[in-house]
Every structure is written in C-alpha cells, then in structure tokens.
C-alpha cells in the first residue's frame, strides 16, 4: 500500500506558499501554488506527483491531522 500526504507551506523569504506532496519512501515534491489553498491545487499536487512517479490507478483521499491524505483504492477493503 502506497500513501501519499499533502500538506500546505505558506511563503517565506525565498520561495511562495504551495504544496508539499511526500510519501513514505522518501519521494517528495514541491508545487507552487497559483491561487489559493484550494482543494483543486492539492488535488493537482497529487496528480503531479504521481506522473513524475509513473504511478496510475485510483486514489481515495482522507485527512490525517491537518495534512490531507491519498491512498491507493486498489488494497483490501474493511467493513466497520
């Protein structure tokens, strides 16, 4: 199983506010971001993220704190 987290970073001196996309194998990205922190810039951090990777599939979003998440749907599914 693969995770993917995203979290926003706010500006500083030397670089605009935008996206930090990592998962757990060291891979990790920055995108900038163009309006705002909306959910289509997150979203659009993700799919780059992915085809910088190569990875393809179905992803199901969710939050762990303040970071929005993104795991692969292709895994076994649990009924609560």
Sequence with gaps: MKTIR????GP???RGSGWLV????????FKPCVN???DDGRADAVRAFCNKLGWTG???EGMLGKDRTFTWADGPRLTV
């Design 6 to 9: 995203v979290s926003y970073k």
């Design 12 to 14: 500083t001196n030397t």
């Design 22 to 29: 990592t998962d757990d194998d060291g891979n990790r990205m």
């Design 36 to 38: 705002s922190q909306s």
């Design 58 to 60: 179905e992803l199901v």
